[in-house]
């Protein structure tokens, strides 16, 4: 009886601010607002435009599908790849969507293999950035969304009007 | 003793991916790095400079602190004020600051009154936006990036190189 309680008043310290289901929501409904920004620049400018000397909006995306997919990889057979940002989208907006949606099956993959008990381990992602495995994907969803808000700016500044932050 | 290994199981399932005291520490360290943006920011141009037709920063500023103290005093309280984002810095830096330091002291004040237990909960946020508390205050920090974030595309237009996307 007294284990009992014992138990029951760990598991009322325990009750999860958030999930794991809640953050995979959460993660994926961000990745399909970053896809609908893709999707609302005109072909060329995803390569050619920017401002303030930064990089295009190709280049943030590229960032972008070189951490996520890997990341989850990484955190379930525990082997981590080289980082690698250098993705050929070949001037197409197509074939980087076709590259996000790719990324977006890993994770898929990935993520009902990863136990709700591992989100405290310590992990060092990629060989070089220290954390936990929840501060691992709270960062890489984090640097999703500052560049995809770097990419809102570059729309407005190309006179287009972005997808709204809360359609997800 | 049967229920003892019940009580067993689901502490198991309920182990949080995110305790409350994880995205304590997540929601400080971002405002931290903003109000490291705002001081990055000549003082004139926080209300002046804007790209592609948007806000100023002090415009994104004052959204910012309208939504992050209101919000936890109303989960707390239950009692939602309506939601104002009009904020009279008077020009000033200074009180810019001023003002999101006493945002910061009001989460610190009523987070500690907020239980892990009711993150959860589902509220309406400002009688209008229906979440959880959890989904409520990701959302929230969400928005405090996706701005931010624009106050970096603000600054690199300005030749000025913004604070560390890792340093909170």
Redesign the interface.
């Known amino acids: 009886m007294e284990?009992?309680a014992e138990?029951?008043t760990?598991?009322?310290?325990?009750?999860?601010?958030?999930?794991?289901d809640?953050?995979f929501e959460?993660l994926l409904g961000?990745r399909k607002l970053t896809r609908k920004v893709i999707e609302a620049f005109p072909e060329d400018k995803l390569f050619t435009h920017n401002?303030?000397?930064?990089r295009t909006f190709s280049k943030m995306v590229a960032e972008l599908i070189s951490i996520a997919g890997p990341s989850l990889r990484g955190m379930v057979t525990g082997v981590w790849e080289e980082l690698n940002e250098e993705i050929d989208f070949g001037g197409s907006k197509e074939t980087m969507l076709k590259h996000w949606d790719e990324a977006t099956e890993e994770i898929n993959l990935y993520w009902p293999q990863l136990p709700?008990?591992r989100?405290?381990e310590s992990i060092v992602a990629f060989g070089l950035y220290e954390g936990t495995i929840?501060?691992t994907i709270?960062?890489f969803i984090?640097?999703e969304?500052?560049?995809?808000?770097?990419g809102?700016?570059y729309?407005?500044?190309?006179?287009i009007e972005p997808p709204a932050?809360?359609d997800r």
């Not at 401002?51 to 930064?54: A, I, S």
């Not at 729309?155 to 006179?159: D, V, W």
């Open positions: 284990k009992t138990a029951a760990t598991l009322l310290a325990a009750q999860p601010a958030i999930s794991k809640a953050l959460h961000h401002l303030g000397g930064m709700e008990s989100f405290t929840y501060s709270l960062y984090d640097n969304i500052h560049h995809r808000s770097q809102y700016v729309l407005r500044s190309l006179g932050f809360w």
